[in-house]
T-cell receptor, first 114, second 112 residues
Framework: ETGVTQTPRHLVMGMTNKKSLKCEQHLGHNAMYWYKQSAKKPLELMFVYNFKEQTENNSVPSRFSPECPNSSHLFLHLHTLQPEDSALYLC?????????????FGAGTRLSVL | DAKTTQPPSMDCAEGRAANLPCNHSTISGNEYVYWYRQIHSQGPQYIIHGLKNNETNEMASLIITEDRKSSTLILPHATLRDTAVYYCIVLNYGGSQGNLIFGKGTKLSVKP
């Protein structure tokens, strides 16, 4: 148990669906992250939030829309995805965004786009 | 691009020490070496980090060469649960953005 909980753990959706991934952290951290891990590829950073403000968008397509209503919750809204978006989506949190801060990861949501 | 080079895979016998190497020949003076691991179907887990002195915690030891161009992560008594992909990451300590850049890592298989 890392203190970072992601739901759902598995998700199957069609290309026309709209779904959301949820991440919640119980560590009192101020920074939260979304990463994508495709098969046989390294983890890729998608978004960074610090104190609810987005500080980084790593050239992610607009069909991925993040939302951070407070420092404990992070969402990733999905719409009109493509099959190549099938991947493991990981959420992480840390006390701050500086490199002194260790990141704690959730177990991820395994997404399949049909 | 990741600034580190790691062997793609290694095997280790259960109960023996696992020594995982990492090459970071272009590391600069203000960059630290971090290690994370990812057990199958889980998110990455922080293990240890260091600058130039050897470091030890309850999970592992980190040995950094004097020229800092390479390091070794040591799991002193590997168990089957240590089977995972191990990532060596170089970060500019004190930077405002601590974004982790993951390479392909080393897949460690601990065998009975």
């Amino acid at each position: 148990e890392t203190g970072v909980t992601q739901t759902p753990r598995h998700l199957v959706m069609g290309m026309t669906n709209k779904k959301s991934l949820k991440c919640e952290q119980h560590l009192g951290h101020n920074a939260m992250y979304w990463y994508k891990q495709s098969a046989k590829k390294p983890l890729e950073l998608m978004f960074v939030y610090n104190f609810k403000e987005q500080t980084e968008n790593n050239s992610v397509p607009s069909r991925f829309s993040p939302e951070c209503p407070n420092s404990s919750h992070l969402f990733l809204h999905l719409h009109t995805l493509q099959p190549e978006d099938s991947a493991l989506y990981l959420c992480a949190s840390s006390p701050g965004t500086g490199t002194k801060n260790i990141q704690y990861f959730g177990a991820g949501t395994r997404l399949s786009v049909l | 691009d990741a600034k580190t080079t790691q062997p793609p895979s290694m095997d280790c016998a259960e109960g023996r020490a696992a020594n995982l190497p990492c090459n970071h020949s272009t590391i600069s003076g203000n960059e630290y070496v971090y290690w994370y691991r990812q057990i199958h179907s889980q998110g990455p887990q922080y293990i240890i980090h260091g600058l130039k002195n050897n470091e030890t915690n309850e999970m592992a030891s980190l040995i950094i060469t004097e020229d800092r161009k390479s390091s070794t992560l040591i799991l002193p008594h590997a168990t089957l649960r240590d089977t995972a992909v191990y990532y060596c990451i170089v970060l500019n300590y004190g930077g405002s953005q601590g974004n982790l850049i993951f390479g392909k890592g080393t897949k460690l298989s601990v065998k009975p």
